[in-house]
């Protein structure tokens, strides 16, 4: 029997509210120790102050959040089927001829919806104020640029022929290689020379390799304070590229990726963080699958704390399933696509199978 309009919408409310609370308790507590850290690294820092720590730490903790919301509905949805069974309000639910998947509906609508809401509002959100804590927080503790992306493959064409260029890393918020090696081709493939240098800066139209040491095979190696390379790639599409995947927003990432593959790039990290994020309502909707497979015992019954326990478990098993696939999927091994979405399928499979052994036997 499918649940009712008004029936509904109560459950979804409650299920809603209890969610908000404890994200919003999470909320709270990540900004509070993170104010408190950032307070103490603020003695060494003469321009700041009480005010301006709790501002920045204001931008940080949304992508902090971002990353527990799972939790957050998991854990609200065994407490609000909890109260729900405790007062007896899923014992009249039944007794009208509702079975579990009828009064499920409510809260897997309120986990989809909370997915597509926090995929396509909040991350963007939280990617924006990310970025303006990374510039603030360089501002009021005097830090240089931060070494980002580690060993860095560039391939191009030019005017000057084909050349690769290999970095040990990049300088973040800049499009600037450390430690490059630039092998240099003619139009056939044939092997041109070699230059070494400890940075290389791209301006518009070319690379500037700064102390330069060039290699040929039929000319002694030759140093140069400066040496430019012809390129068609911009300063600000390889800039982009080297921004870590979890600080671009989601409606920049196909652009992203589009952009970081034409300048010979890796995308697979920003290809597995869209995937990752597009995959975000189902998994949120397995963790209202295991909630409700670990919640829906009455109390007279007992073991209802071994139940919810063990609720806990499978979701934090669940995330640390996810994190192995997004490792396995970064490095190679797993298709983006599998790696982001079989979390989610998994969980989601499992929590039916579950609710279907207590259902229906």
Known sequence: MLIGPTLGQYFAKRFLTTIGVVFGTVFILV????????????????????????????????????????????????????????????????????????????????????????????NPLSATLRHRAATLEATIFSQGSSLSRQNIWIRQRSIDGQAILRASSAIDETATLVNVTVFLFDDKGGFLERIEAPSAQLFDGYWELVNARVMSLNEE?????????????????????????????????????????????????????????????????????????????????GGVAKLVLGGVVAGFVLYVATEIMQDLGGAGILSPTVAAW????????LGVLALLYQEDG
């Open 31 to 122: 900004y509070t120790l993170d104010f408190v850290e950032l307070m103490r690294r603020a003695g060494d820092a003469p321009n700041a102050s009480a005010h301006l720590m709790a501002w920045l730490s204001l931008l940080r903790t949304p992508s902090v959040t971002e990353e527990v919301l799972p939790f957050a509905v998991l854990f609200g949805s065994i407490a609000t089927l909890l109260n729900l069974s405790r007062r007896l309000e899923l014992v009249i639910a039944r007794s009208v001829g509702i079975s579990a998947w009828g009064f499920l509906q409510p809260p897997v609508i309120v986990a989809l919806l909370l997915g597509v809401i926090s995929v396509t509002l909040y």
């Open 221 to 301: 190696p030759r140093a140069h304070n400066s040496y430019l390379l012809a390129t068609t790639l911009a300063p600000a599409q390889v800039r982009q590229s080297f921004t870590a995947a979890s600080s671009v927003s989601f409606w920049q990432l196909p652009d992203v990726i589009e952009r970081t593959e034409q300048a010979g790039l890796d995308a697979r990290p920003y290809r597995l963080q869209y995937e990752v994020l597009m995959a975000r309502p189902l998994l949120l909707v397995a963790m209202v699958l295991i909630a409700a497979s670990v919640s829906l015992r009455f109390f007279r019954f």
């Open 342 to 349: 079989l979390p989610g399928v998994v969980g989601s499979l």
